[in-house]
């Protein structure tokens, strides 16, 4: 009777654990689904049930876990280790539980451990890959991910970790600056799968840091296969365009991307697709069209930063720093960590003079982004800013008077602080005219500051003299300079001051020691769609009790951005109290028109900068006939290395001048500049 009772209960021992494993099935599955609140719920139910049943129990911490508390699965795991010490499954469970709680530490020790008991288990193999390609240590849990795979080929989770560990691995490299790497591991997941995003658009961003404008067109040219991809990928090629300096097709893959997006469902990449669109339009100076796009995105994404980042680049383009401080201010204040914010704000800042800001911003995004290259960029230009210079200027010029003249300068500059510029300078010129055998020399001290009061005041001054010695003449005069350059409005530049010098263009005006007292204002307006308006106005009182006044004034037009090509009509106008026509061109009256070209280099990248201007129009003089008129100028310098530039140039024109008579006029020489120290001899 006893045995048969005890057969009975070992029986329906064993039926109700089959139908335990049986019930568990559907947790099981839910597990495998990602359904996690489900099998938490799930597992629960069979724990009140059977609260001691060892793979309930895991199971359940398995899904609180991964549903929403790693914390308390932690917690679980660790009570289950005390119970089954040797459990290799819970082992792994506990380890995994680690990397949930972002314990990457304690994980990295943990798996060590389990993968040298265990060499051959895949769980603990990928799991410790996947811990050291959190600690960033992509080497070693490269290794490890291709040894799991070795333990089960083609396993999809490892294969997927794999691709993420060569993802963070070029992006190791690509921080480092070490593109080809880069490229070289991202070109390894895509051997697997062509059409990744992730590294299609990874190896994409390689190119555009590395400026390779065609290279990142070839790669986003592979995404367009669906629409949302079609969308991202005209985004990028926007960009590489923008980057290459070809806005006008910038444009127009702008909006492509725009145009598809509006009829697609993804918020998001109707988003990318408006912002991208709006950027382009900056691009182009299309600025009406990107206010008014703008006022409706602000409506749409109401605090929306990206929306604050278009903002503050039009005012970027458009001239209104303060505009541009203020939103980036505002994208900080929602997330102190925005590289947009941080970067933007510091370029915003060196705009607007305030050099002090503009570095601790720069500074900032680098604690933000180790090695952030933009970022590094941008504190190397500052520094680059305020090195000591020391300049050579030689030059030959010769007129049709049968005047020549040789002339040096050395100049020496000292920035004492970011807001402070001191400098010093001595010419030697030598002037000669073969027709009346006349020859002087002259030697010109100079000592100048320049100080930044404000972001819209900067004040300067010069002081110095000239000694001239000659046949017939020798004395010394003072000569000088003050001014304040002032900002009235947002993109004018408005100078005024008084200067004084000694008429040394030849020997004649030498000896005379014709000092003249100049009054000036000069302005410059500039618009924000390239138009422009510059005026000059001096009036000269002369030691020989001669005046002058001189207008001078252009309207230009800004016909690219980069390369700079700038075209426009200037007028000059000049008379001379007195005319003593025998001893220096001095009419009652001259005007003078014409038309110019001026072609200007503007890529920090190239080492060959170049300004060449073409002009022509006519001069009358008095009541004479007209007279054509041209003008060439022409320098072009090399940067040797990042502290030396050499450069030529060269002036020619038959313009009347205002100092001498005769109508042509030629100068050429050469430009060494020197920055002797890699640093600012002062702490910022």
């Known amino acids: 009777m006893n045995f048969r009772y005890l057969l009975v209960v070992i029986v329906l021992l064993i039926f109700q654990l089959k139908s335990t494993a049986q019930e568990m099935e559907q947790g099981f599955g839910y597990l495998e689904n990602g359904e996690f609140a489900a099998a938490k719920d799930f597992f629960s139910e069979i724990l009140e049930t059977y609260p001691e049943n060892k793979t309930a129990r895991l199971c359940y911490a398995r899904s609180v876990g991964l549903h929403d508390d790693p914390s308390k699965a932690n917690d679980l795991f660790s009570q289950l280790l005390k119970e089954y010490p040797d459990d290799l499954e819970i082992q792994l469970n506990y380890a995994e539980s680690l990397l949930w709680n972002k314990n990457y530490q304690d994980a990295e020790v943990y798996y060590k451990q389990l993968v040298k008991e265990n060499p051959e288990n895949f769980g603990a193999l990928l799991g410790y890959a996947n811990t050291l390609s959190n600690l960033k240590e992509y080497e070693q849990a490269l290794s490890l991910i291709n040894k799991s795979l070795e333990v089960s080929p083609q396993n999809p989770n490892a294969m997927l970790s794999r691709k993420y560990i060569r993802l963070g691995y070029a992006n190791q490299f690509l921080t480092n600056r070490d593109y080809e790497t ?108 990107a206010e008014d796009l703008i006022d409706d995105l602000k409506q749409k994404y109401p605090e929306e930063s990206r929306i604050l980042a278009l903002e503050a680049s039009m005012g970027m383009y458009t001239g209104e720093f303060r505009n541009s401080i203020e939103n980036y201010k505002a994208i900080l204040a929602q997330d102190s960590a925005s590289f947009d914010g941080n970067l933007g704000i510091a370029n915003a800042y060196f705009a607007n003079s305030e050099i002090i800001k503009a570095k601790n911003a720069a500074e900032k995004t680098l604690a933000y982004y180790k090695n952030q290259q933009d970022a590094q960029q941008f504190l190397a230009k500052l520094n680059n800013t305020y090195r000591p210079l020391l300049e050579e200027n030689i030059s030959y010029s010769f007129d049709n008077g049968d005047n020549e003249a040789v002339a040096s300068t050395t100049r020496l500059v000292l920035p004492l602080s970011t807001r402070l510029e001191v400098s010093g300078a001595y010419t030697f010129r030598e002037t ?64 005024i001051g008084y200067r004084r010098d000694i008429q040394d263009f030849n020997a004649e005006l030498l000896n005379r020691q014709i000092a003249g007292n100049h009054f000036f204002l000069n302005n410059n307006y500039s618009t924000r769609y390239g138009l422009g308006w510059y005026l000059q106005y001096l009036h000269t009182e002369q030691s020989d009790d001669n005046t002058r006044d001189l207008l001078f004034t252009s309207f230009y037009y800004s016909f690219l951005k980069k390369p700079v090509l700038k075209g426009g009509l200037n007028y000059q106008f000049i008379q001379f109290k007195n005319q003593v026509p025998t001893i220096y061109f001095s009419p009652e009256q001259f005007h003078a028109t014409e038309i110019f070209l001026n072609f200007l280099s503007n890529d920090p990248d190239s080492r060959i900068s170049y300004d060449l201007t073409a002009a022509t129009g006519f001069q009358f003089i008095e009541d004479d006939e007209k007279q054509g008129t041209y003008r060439l100028q022409g320098k072009i310098g090399y940067n040797i290395s990042d502290r030396f530039i050499a450069g030529i140039y060269g002036n020619h024109s038959n313009i009347a001048s205002a100092t001498a008579a005769g109508f042509t006029y030629t100068e050429f020489g050469i430009n060494l500049k020197w920055n002797f120290k890699k640093v600012p001899i002062f702490k910022y």
């Open 182 to 289: 880069a490229i070289r591991y991202l070109d390894e997941n895509l051997s697997e799968n062509e059409q990744d995003q992730e590294s299609l658009l990874n190896k994409a961003n390689v190119y555009l840091i590395q400026k390779n404008g065609a290279g990142a067109r070839e790669v986003y040219e592979k995404l367009a296969l669906t629409k949302n991809d079609s969308i991202v990928a005209f985004n990028g090629i926007s960009l590489s365009y923008h980057i290459d300096g070809d806005e006008k097709e910038a444009l127009i893959y702008a909006e492509k991307a725009y145009d598809l997006a509006k009829t697609s469902s993804d918020g998001a990449r109707l988003m990318e697709a408006e912002e991208r669109y709006v950027q382009a339009l900056i691009w182009n100076r299309k600025f009406s069209q």
């Open 432 to 495: 000669m005219n073969s027709n009346s055998d006349l020859e002087a020399t002259s030697n010109q001290f100079n000592l100048a500051a320049r100080y930044r009061w404000s972001p819209g005041l900067l004040l300067r001054a010069n002081v110095g003299f000239v000694k001239a010695n000659s046949t017939q003449t020798e004395y010394t005069n003072a000569v000088g300079e003050i001014a304040a350059g002032l900002k009235p409005f947002v993109r004018d530049d408005l100078e």
